[in-house]
């Protein structure tokens, strides 16, 4: 297997502070080949044979860390225990085309890694074999790599890497240097321990909010009660006579108190009275905004996707006319926040013409950026300490939190770390965007689908987002169209239409971003479908699937190895959802249900599958996938913001639920590997556990539903649990 080198990127080599460094140029970094130290240098390896390795993604507690250590391992024959990973520093050698910078998002975390670290270790294997051979005066064949030595092959005789490292550094590297094929795989593609979770069960993992300086400060902040408000003005003295205060600081949406620790300042905030401003545009209440996306869903004269080969308005118009049978659904679902464990929070040093940030981030360069514009420096005068986090799922991705602190740290003139509290947190909003969906599904004589007309209504998260990424596609928020015009299944015309609808609450990224609600939509309709053509769910998808062998293919694995034809006990049911990104990532569950009483049921059992591709490890494929499908499951059940009065009504886990072990049943993960290439996780799990619930519901009552969380549809979890 080939490194994937575009033309434009190249390999560099250099000795540096006794060990020899590697690094490959990425297509948008501005590098010279006589000047190894403009390169991205991923591998180091020093005289003693260690590894250390740097990558851009960042350790949100997904493991990807130790899957970039088995790449190197791969390559080089190291002991897993010789490699080290750590973030890569924020500079510009190190960016990325996509994500665009230093940035995790997207499920492309061991892609990236492949594409970056993976070339440098094969470079550094090719090179190590060359100076060996050339020492011994050999074949090139004459030589290999075992456990960090190169081997004679005639008798034996070994090498350490640490004694070739500077002949290996002067010669030059390959043009495009061979990845070990996966046949000859031997470490990666191994369910390996992850290296970082000793730590984070004893406690000695060090997260942004752990980060300590010395002479730190810590800020608690009031921010204005709701969307768009300032502040007017505050009267500080009732904080400034608490003990500990060191500063009151004046922010246009904000006040904060800066105190010599987290709850001195906590408490002198909760003695302010501050008066804020009312916003300019007023915030719509959920309430309200419901009924405006439903509006627009109904009238249907939203944009059209404007891509002509996934657009055929006429010919699903058509379809719509001559149907034997329309099914015409309805659905919304609410806004949903992040509730990450680990609070927002950012430690920020300003001094003279230089800032230090140490954050818990998804998005280093954006972050990097954002702050130097906010504190009149230029990006490279930010130097950002990438920490580990507990959960981003996006939210982290965005950089007012860091943008603040660093507002309040020039204000103070000291290192201050500022921690959000989580009602902060959780009333922040770049949410999951609110969305209203009216689905119309053209059936044939068959019962078959002929055309499907998809209105869909929200905010435009693309908007309010300060996150690089893909802009909109003239005019059209591209995340509303998400799993839905890349579908597997076969249904010969579509026609997809968004209405924008602000309602003045900011929007993000939610992990699976708009696959969360579409994937529901279009399942839960595929349901109805196939209840109206008298045929079996699974049956009924076959048939749309006899086009796409893959995903067919999928399909029958999984429900097989899940036992879905299986007898039931009485009162007991199943439903299934499946998530597809374009045509070769397929995720999907299946979940079993029992109905304790009406309108009350219980989880027997979840089943969870995927098809990725290429695993590099799959106790980490494993986890991700459990830990999305209770991270879809929380939406499902509990998930939604809701505003009243301009006023955030959620602010802790009381109020806003997620998934506990009480509501976990046993949950099986299938791993179905298939094609050449890897494809994303971390995104999977969320979507289709929503739809096959709902389904198994829908199996249970004969009662479509149509509002997210499950509460507005009626149903309730028993309280004994799973």
Same mark, same amino acid.
């Given at each position: 297997?080939?490194?994937?080198?575009?033309?434009?990127?190249?390999?560099?080599?250099?000795?540096?502070?006794?060990?020899?460094?590697?690094?490959?140029?990425?297509? %948008?970094?501005?590098?010279?080949?006589?000047?190894?130290?403009?390169?991205?240098?991923?591998?180091?390896?020093?005289?003693?044979?260690?590894?250390?390795?740097?990558?851009?993604?960042?350790?949100?507690?997904?493991? /990807?860390?130790?899957?970039?250590?088995?790449?190197?391992?791969?390559?080089?024959?190291?002991?897993?225990?010789?490699?080290?990973?750590?973030?890569?520093?924020?500079?510009?050698?190190?960016?990325?085309?996509?994500?665009?910078?230093?940035?995790?998002?997207?499920?492309?975390?061991?892609?990236?890694?492949?594409? /970056?670290?993976?070339?440098?270790?094969?470079?550094?294997?090719?090179?190590?074999?060359?100076?060996?051979?050339?020492?011994?005066?050999?074949?090139?064949?004459?030589?290999?790599?075992?456990?960090?030595?190169?081997?004679?092959?005639?008798?034996?005789?070994?090498?350490?890497?640490?004694?070739?490292?500077?002949?290996?550094?002067?010669?030059?590297?390959?043009?495009?240097?061979?990845?070990?094929?996966?046949?000859?795989?031997?470490?990666?593609?191994?369910?390996?321990?992850?290296?970082?979770?000793?730590?984070?069960?004893?406690?000695?993992?060090?997260?942004?909010?752990?980060?300590?300086?010395?002479?730190?400060?810590?800020?608690?902040?009031?921010?204005?009660?709701?969307?768009?408000?300032?502040?007017?003005?505050?009267?500080?003295?009732?904080?400034?006579?608490?003990?500990?205060?060191?500063?009151?600081?004046?922010?246009?949406? &904000?006040?904060?108190?800066?105190?010599?620790?987290?709850?001195?300042?906590?408490?002198?905030?909760?003695?302010?009275?501050?008066?804020?401003?009312?916003?300019?545009?007023?915030?719509?209440?959920?309430?309200?905004?419901?009924?405006?996306?439903?509006?627009?869903?109904?009238?249907? &004269?939203?944009?059209?996707?404007?891509?002509?080969?996934?657009?055929?308005?006429?010919? /699903?118009?058509?379809?719509?006319?001559?149907?034997?049978?329309?099914?015409?659904?309805?659905?919304?679902?609410?806004?949903?926040?992040?509730?990450?464990?680990?609070?927002?929070?950012?430690? #920020?040093?300003?001094?003279?013409?230089?800032?230090?940030?140490?954050?818990?981030?998804?998005?280093?360069?954006?972050?990097?950026?954002?702050?130097?514009?906010?504190?009149?420096?230029?990006?490279?005068?930010?130097?950002?300490?990438?920490?580990?986090?507990?959960?981003?799922?996006?939210?982290?991705?965005?950089?007012?939190?860091?943008?603040?602190?660093?507002?309040?740290?020039?204000?103070?003139?000291?290192? #201050?770390?500022?921690?959000?509290?989580?009602?902060?947190?959780?009333?922040?909003?770049?949410?999951?965007?609110?969305?209203?969906?009216?689905?119309?599904?053209?059936?044939?004589?068959?019962?078959?689908?002929?055309?499907?007309?998809?209105?869909?209504?929200?905010?435009?998260?693309?908007?309010?987002?300060?996150?690089?990424?893909?802009?909109?596609?003239?005019?059209?928020?591209?995340?509303?169209?998400?799993?839905?015009?890349?579908?597997?299944?076969?249904?010969?015309?579509?026609?997809?239409?968004?209405?924008?609808?602000?309602?003045?609450?900011?929007?993000?990224?939610?992990?699976?971003?708009?696959?969360?609600?579409?994937?529901?939509?279009?399942?839960?309709?595929?349901?109805?479908?196939?209840?109206?053509?008298?045929? %079996?769910?699974?049956?009924?998808?076959?048939?749309?699937?006899?086009?796409?062998?893959?995903?067919?293919?999928?399909?029958?694995?999984?429900?097989?190895?899940?036992?879905?034809?299986?007898?039931?006990?009485?009162?007991?049911?199943?439903?299934?959802?499946?998530?597809?990104?374009?045509?070769?990532?397929?995720?999907?569950?299946?979940?079993?249900?029992?109905?304790?009483?009406?309108?009350?049921?219980?989880?027997?059992?979840?089943?969870?599958?995927?098809?990725?591709?290429?695993?590099?490890?799959?106790?980490?494929? %494993?986890?991700?996938?459990?830990?999305?499908?209770?991270?879809?499951?929380?939406?499902?059940?509990?998930?939604?913001?809701?505003?009243?009065?301009?006023?955030?009504?959620?602010?802790?886990?009381?109020?806003?639920?997620?998934?506990?072990?009480?509501?976990?049943?046993?949950?099986?993960?299938?791993?179905?590997?298939?094609?050449?290439?890897?494809?994303?996780?971390?995104?999977?799990?969320?979507?289709?556990?929503?739809?096959?619930?709902?389904?198994?519901?829908?199996?249970?009552?004969?009662?479509?539903?149509?509002?997210?969380?499950?509460?507005?549809?009626?149903?309730?979890?028993?309280?004994?649990?799973?």
């Amino acid at each position: 297997m080939r490194a994937a080198l575009t033309r434009r990127q190249v390999l560099a080599s250099t000795m540096a502070g006794g060990a020899w460094l590697l690094g490959v140029r990425p297509p %948008e970094a501005v590098a010279r080949e006589d000047d190894p130290r403009s390169f991205g240098l991923w591998l180091r390896l020093d005289r003693a044979g260690r590894a250390s390795v740097v990558t851009t993604v960042t350790q949100l507690g997904q493991g /990807t860390h130790t899957a970039v250590a088995q790449i190197v391992a791969e390559e080089l024959d190291l002991p897993l225990a010789a490699v080290t990973v750590t973030h890569v520093p924020v500079e510009p050698a190190f960016g990325q085309s996509m994500p665009p910078g230093i940035t995790t998002f997207g499920s492309m975390g061991f892609k990236v890694a492949l594409a /970056t670290v993976g070339p440098a270790a094969a470079a550094a294997r090719d090179m190590l074999l060359r100076a060996a051979a050339a020492q011994w005066q050999v074949p090139l064949d004459g030589c290999r790599i075992e456990q960090g030595t190169v081997v004679r092959v005639q008798d034996g005789e070994r090498l350490p890497f640490g004694a070739l490292v500077d002949a290996a550094a002067k010669l030059t590297p390959p043009l495009a240097p061979a990845l070990r094929p996966r046949s000859a795989w031997r470490v990666l593609g191994q369910a390996v321990r992850r290296a970082d979770i000793p730590a984070r069960v004893d406690g000695s993992a060090r997260f942004g909010i752990d980060v300590d300086l010395p002479g730190m400060l810590v800020a608690h902040v009031l921010h204005a009660p709701s969307f768009g408000a300032t502040l007017a003005a505050v009267d500080a003295r009732p904080a400034r006579a608490v003990k500990g205060v060191v500063q009151v600081v004046k922010l246009p949406a &904000a006040v904060a108190v800066v105190a010599s620790g987290y709850w001195a300042a906590r408490q002198a905030a909760q003695q302010l009275r501050p008066v804020w401003r009312a916003a300019q545009v007023p915030v719509l209440d959920t309430g309200a905004l419901r009924e405006r996306l439903h509006a627009a869903v109904s009238a249907g &004269a939203g944009l059209a996707w404007p891509e002509p080969t996934e657009q055929q308005a006429d010919a /699903t118009t058509q379809a719509l006319q001559t149907a034997r049978h329309v099914v015409d659904a309805t659905y919304d679902v609410p806004f949903l926040a992040h509730a990450a464990m680990e609070p927002l929070n950012a430690t #920020v040093w300003v001094r003279g013409a230089a800032a230090e940030v140490w954050v818990s981030t998804q998005s280093q360069t954006d972050t990097q950026r954002a702050v130097a514009q906010a504190l009149g420096l230029a990006p490279a005068q930010v130097r950002v300490h990438s920490q580990d986090v507990g959960g981003g799922f996006g939210r982290r991705l965005e950089q007012d939190f860091a943008v603040e602190a660093a507002q309040i740290a020039r204000a103070v003139g000291r290192p #201050v770390k500022t921690i959000w509290s989580r009602e902060n947190d959780m009333r922040a909003g770049h949410y999951r965007p609110a969305v209203a969906s009216r689905v119309r599904l053209a059936l044939d004589h068959a019962f078959m689908p002929t055309g499907i007309r998809h209105d869909t209504a929200g905010p435009s998260l693309l908007r309010h987002s300060g996150v690089t990424s893909v802009p909109p596609h003239k005019g059209f928020d591209w995340s509303y169209i998400m799993g839905w015009v890349d579908m597997a299944y076969a249904i010969p015309a579509k026609d997809t239409r968004w209405t924008e609808v602000e309602a003045g609450i900011p929007c993000g990224y939610w992990r699976s971003v708009g696959n969360s609600q579409n994937c529901f939509f279009l399942e839960h309709t595929l349901d109805q479908a196939a209840r109206l053509a008298g045929i %079996e769910p699974i049956a009924y998808r076959r048939r749309l699937l006899a086009g796409h062998p893959r995903a067919l293919a999928f399909l029958d694995a999984f429900t097989q190895a899940a036992g879905w034809s299986s007898p039931l006990a009485p009162g007991h049911f199943r439903g299934f959802g499946m998530n597809s990104n374009g045509k070769t990532m397929f995720s999907a569950h299946i979940v079993e249900i029992e109905v304790v009483r009406p309108g009350e049921f219980r989880l027997v059992r979840i089943d969870a599958a995927i098809d990725c591709g290429v695993i590099g490890n799959p106790g980490l494929v %494993e986890a991700q996938l459990m830990g999305g499908t209770l991270f879809g499951l929380s939406a499902a059940l509990f998930g939604e913001i809701t505003v009243k009065g301009g006023q955030v009504e959620q602010g802790n886990y009381d109020s806003y639920r997620v998934c506990g072990l009480a509501h976990t049943p046993p949950l099986h993960v299938h791993l179905l590997p298939n094609g050449d290439a890897p494809e994303g996780v971390g995104e999977e799990g969320p979507p289709s556990i929503v739809p096959a619930l709902a389904n198994a519901l829908f199996a249970a009552s004969g009662q479509p539903l149509s509002r997210l969380p499950l509460a507005h549809a009626g149903w309730a979890l028993s309280q004994t649990g799973s």
